[in-house]
Structures are given as structure tokens and as C-alpha cells.
């Protein structure tokens, strides 16, 4: 058992990932580590070159961050998998104070310039491992942290929600885990849980600096003021930390500007919303039909 707050991050081997489990390890989390990759090598990028990350490197990753990595290999597609899982952390923590649903099936083609039907079927597996696996590391979460009357689930989501972006899949899943957030707030109410999905910007990754070069154009300027990811883990701690925490609940929050109202900074810098761009998030909705 531990005294420290335990997190734990879905699809961490690298990426958004990777950045934000470093992220709780700066605050002293004691960090829970998924992911399927345990040899380097295992992943590709756009261009079709190596990208780097292990679920044993982040770990290690977030204890020289100051917490405690715990890598843990698992394919968030297998249900079995992920059971287990849940059922260690409770063993080994005793508790689960943040579960950051971050796990996404990223195929080959999801920044070609394409109509959906002419990228391989392959993709709309999003809706599988980035959609469906988050609704189930939720539930197993939410069997933890409702005995112990507290605890925050949160989603990582970006502005394809709203506006087009890498197609329909992709935004599907967006929409898909903030409505997630939305309507597990509603169950979730009273119990000292909370439910938030939080839009990233574009963020400074493997797979990003990669489309940089693949597609300068489009990229060099998102770049330039990109989030690192270990900013979003910050800005989920300060929300679940935060007296209004539970008005905070079910809003789908652009990352920008809840950090701004929480005073929390990416490495000393204010990041832009892009809400004017690219649009905003659905209000929360108080109607309720059973």
C-alpha cells in the first residue's frame, strides 16, 4: 500500500503518454504505466521511421521525475488485460486517486490528406482501443475510487471533437469520450468522484515533430506553440485539487484556459485556447432522461 497519490495512464509507451505520466511523476504520483511495447522499435511513424518509447522507459522516466513508475504491459483492447490490471493496482496501492484515459489506436494514414474511404477500414479502430477502452479502464476505475469517496477519471481529447480533424474517426472518438465525461458525471454525482475531459493542444511528441517534417506547411506553426504533454497532467492534478471541483465535473475543458483560471503554467508559458479557430466545446447539459 501507498501513501502517495497514485495515477494511473492508459497508452504511455510513448506520446501524449509518456509526457503526461513524467508529468504526475514531477508532482510525486506514484504512477501506474500501460502500454504494448517493451522492445524499442516496435512503432513507426508517419514516414515509416522508428519511433523511440518503452512502457519500462517512461516508468523509469517518472521516478528521475521525482515519483514512482510502475510499468505495466497491456493491451488496453483486451478486457482480460485490463481487468487485471485494475485488480493489481488495487493490490499493490490500495488506492487509484487519477485514471488519465490517454490510450488511442493511431493508424498510418491519419494525417493523409484523404476522404475516409480511401484510408484503409483499418481505422475506425479508434473507436475500439481510444473510445471503447476508455469506457472500460473507467468502469473498473470507478469500482475503486467510489468505496473510497474520491478520486478523478479524466479523458485527454482534443478540438477534433469540434472541427474536422484527421477525419471522421478520429473525431468520432473525440466526441465520443467527452459525451463519456458528460454523462459519467451525472452517475458519478455525490459519490466524491469526478469526471472531466480536458482538449490538448497540439502537443510536443514523437509523432508530432514527425509530421513537422512530413508536412511543414501545416504543422511548423502548431508547433511553435505547442503544449508539452506533461502540462496537461498539471492542469488534471490542479482541476481534482481545485474547491470547485465538482461544478468542474462532466465539462469537457479546453486545457489552455482552465490552466489560466488555475493558475498553472506550461513551463512558465501561457498557452493559446485556439477555441476562436477551431471552436468550443458543448456546453454541460443538466437534462436528464432514463
Known sequence: MTTHKVALVTGASRG??????????????????????????????????????????????VTRAGGEG????????DDAQVAALFARIKREAGRLDVLFNNATYIHRQLI????????????????????RSAYVASWHAAQIMVPQGRGMIAFGSSFGASCYMHGPAYGAQKAGVDKLAHDMEHDLRGTGVVAVSIWMGPLVT??????????????????????????????????????NRDELSGQTLIGAEIARALGVTDRGHERPSYREMLGSPCPKNPAAVY
Open 16 to 61: 501524449a503518454g509518456r509526457g503526461i505520466a513524467r508529468g504526475f511523476g514531477e508532482l510525486g504520483y506514484t504512477v501506474y504505466v500501460t502500454g504494448r511495447t517493451i522492445s524499442p522499435g516496435d512503432a513507426k511513424g508517419w514516414d515509416g521511421s522508428v519511433l523511440p518509447g518503452t512502457v519500462a522507459e517512461t516508468a523509469a522516466e
Open 206 to 243: 514523437e509523432r508530432s515533430l514527425t509530421a513537422r517534417q512530413t508536412n511543414p506547411e501545416q504543422y511548423e506553426e502548431f508547433i511553435a506553440n505547442a503544449e508539452n504533454p506533461e502540462f496537461t497532467a498539471h492542469i488534471v492534478d490542479a482541476v481534482n485539487c481545485a474547491p
Open 112 to 131: 493523409e490528406k484523404k476522404p475516409f474511404w480511401e484510408k484503409d477500414l483499418d481505422a475506425v479502430r479508434i473507436l475500439d482501443v481510444g473510445l
Open 70 to 77: 510502475i510499468p505495466v504491459v497491456c493491451d488496453h483492447g
